[in-house]
C-alpha cells in the first residue's frame, strides 16, 4: 500500500480484519506521516520518499525479492499514475499502464472524455500569464481555474473576470505550500463554469461494466470556492437521470482505460445532463467508503483489494446488509477565526440518535487555514438518516447545532 492516506486507512483496516500482511510504503513526514494506529496495523513499513517514483520502484522491488507480494495498491490520488506503472512493470495486476495519465491529468482526462463524445466543460491549458490571458479570452467568463494535478478542491476557483483570473493564478503560483510533498504547479487548467447540482457516482468496474453504488449528494461551501462540506449517499434520483448517469459514467470509464477496481466520479448535471468534473481510479475520499457501506451493504474498500488480488469480491465480503437507508457526513468550518478555542454544542451534537460518529481536525488553539480547500475544516460528523430528504434536513441541523468561538 502506497501512502495509506483517507481511505487508504479503510483498506489498511480492511486488510488485517481479513488476515492480510500489509507493506505500507510511506515518506513518513509531514502530512504523509503515518499514525501510531497505523504504524501498528502495519506488519512492514518502507521509508521512501514515494513521490519519487524511481526511488519508490526500487524500494518496492527490494521488499519484493525478500517477502513476495501479491499485490500493489494506491493508497492516495497522487500515488495512482506512479502504482499503475509500477505494478505493470513488475507483473502484478494493474491499471492499463496508458490509464496512469488519464485518470490524474486534468487536462488529458477532459481531452480523452470529449473525444469519446462526452460533454465535458470547455477548457484550455495555461502555464504563464500569456496563456492565462489567450485561456480566458477563449473560455469566457465565469470560469474555474483549477491545478492541473492537484486534489482536495486546492487552488480550485470561479473567476468572474480577467483581473480574478490573473489573481487566482497568482495564489497558486505563489502559493509554497506542499500537499502530500508536492508542490502546487504553475500550470493550469481554465475551464468553462458549469451551473447545476454536484454530485459523485461511486462504484466499481465488474467485467466491463460501470456498477454504480451510490449517486452521492455533494455539499459545498460558499464560491468563489469549491470545498466539500457533505456528502449523502445514496441521493434519491428519477430513474431516467441514474440511467443517464450510469451511461455516461460507463463510456467514461471505457474511455478512461478503468478496467476493474473502484471508481469516484464527480460530476455536475445542469438540466440533468452529466457534465464532467473529474474521475478517479481509486476509493472515494471524505469518508464516502463509510457512507456507501451503511446505507448499501457494499464495501468498496474489499471490492478494491479483491480485484487488486485477482479474487472474487465475494470471497472477503464485500457485500453485506445496510444499516440504514441513507448516510451523511457534515463538515466543519469557521473561516476567518484564525484560532478557535472551542466547539459550543459539540458534546450535545454527539449524543444525538442519528450521529454515529463525530471528530476534530483542527485542536483548538491550532491555526486554521482560510476555507478555500480541505485544509479550513475543523471537525466532522457522521450520521444516518430514513431518507435522502431527512438527511439533508440533518445536514442542516448539525450546521446550526454547533458554534465556533
Not at 208 to 235: D, M, N, Q, W
Not at 352 to 381: H, K, N, Q, W
Amino acid at each position: 500500500m502506497v501512502e495509506p492516506v483517507s481511505s487508504g486507512n479503510r483498506l489498511i483496516a480492511d486488510c488485517k480484519a481479513l488476515g492480510m500482511e500489509v507493506c505500507v510504503a510511506s515518506a513518513d513526514t509531514g502530512d504523509r506521516v503515518l499514525s501510531a494506529a497505523l504504524r501498528d496495523q502495519a506488519d512492514h513499513v518502507l521509508v521512501v520518499d514515494t513521490n519519487d517514483e524511481r526511488a519508490l520502484e526500487a524500494a518496492i522491488a527490494d521488499f519484493h525479492a525478500r517477502h513476495p507480494i501479491s499485490a500493489l495498491l494506491p493508497g492516495v490520488e497522487p500515488c495512482v499514475p506512479a502504482v499503475i506503472r509500477i505494478a505493470h512493470r513488475m507483473g502484478l495486476r494493474s491499471l492499463p499502464a496508458r490509464s496512469a495519465d488519464w485518470v490524474r491529468d486534468k487536462a488529458r482526462m477532459r481531452a480523452r472524455a470529449a473525444e469519446a463524445g462526452l460533454r465535458v466543460p470547455r477548457f484550455a491549458q495555461a502555464a504563464t500569464d500569456e496563456e492565462l490571458a489567450t485561456a480566458g479570452a477563449r473560455i469566457g467568463f465565469p470560469a474555474v481555474i483549477k491545478p492541473l494535478d492537484a486534489s482536495g478542491s486546492i487552488h480550485v476557483t470561479r473567476v468572474a473576470n480577467p483581473a480574478e483570473l490573473t489573481a487566482a493564478y497568482r495564489r497558486i503560483t505563489e502559493d509554497t505550500r506542499l500537499d502530500l510533498g508536492i508542490a502546487t504547479h504553475p500550470h493550469v487548467v481554465v475551464e468553462e463554469y458549469v451551473d447545476g447540482p454536484e454530485f459523485s457516482a461511486d462504484g466499481y468496474v465488474r467485467d466491463g461494466k460501470a456498477v454504480i453504488c451510490s449517486l452521492t449528494r455533494k455539499l459545498l461551501g460558499p464560491e468563489p470556492y469549491f470545498v466539500e462540506l457533505g456528502h449523502i449517499a445514496p441521493s434519491e434520483q428519477q430513474p431516467e437521470l441514474m440511467d443517464r448517469v450510469t451511461e455516461y459514467v460507463q463510456s467514461l470509464i471505457e474511455a478512461m482505460g478503468i478496467t476493474f477496481g473502484p471508481f469516484h466520479c464527480e460530476l455536475r448535471l445542469p438540466g440533468g445532463e452529466p457534465v464532467l468534473i473529474e474521475i478517479a481510479a481509486r476509493l472515494p475520499g471524505d469518508r464516502i467508503v463509510d457512507l456507501i457501506e451503511l446505507s448499501t451493504g457494499v464495501s468498496l474498500s474489499r471490492i478494491m483489494l479483491a480485484d487488486y488480488l485477482g479474487s472474487a469480491p465475494e470471497t472477503l465480503d464485500a457485500f453485506g446488509a445496510p444499516r440504514a437507508k441513507c448516510a451523511g457526513i457534515r463538515f466543519f468550518a469557521a473561516d476567518g477565526v484564525g484560532r478557535y478555542a472551542e466547539l459550543n454544542g459539540w458534546a450535545e451534537l454527539a449524543a444525538r440518535p442519528e450521529v454515529i460518529e463525530t471528530g476534530v481536525l483542527i485542536a483548538p488553539g491550532e491555526e486554521v487555514p482560510p476555507l478555500s480547500d480541505f485544509r479550513g475544516r475543523i471537525a466532522y460528523a457522521l450520521f444516518t438518516a430514513d431518507s435522502d430528504e431527512r438527511a439533508q434536513d440533518v445536514w442542516r441541523e448539525l450546521g446550526s447545532a454547533v458554534e465556533v468561538v
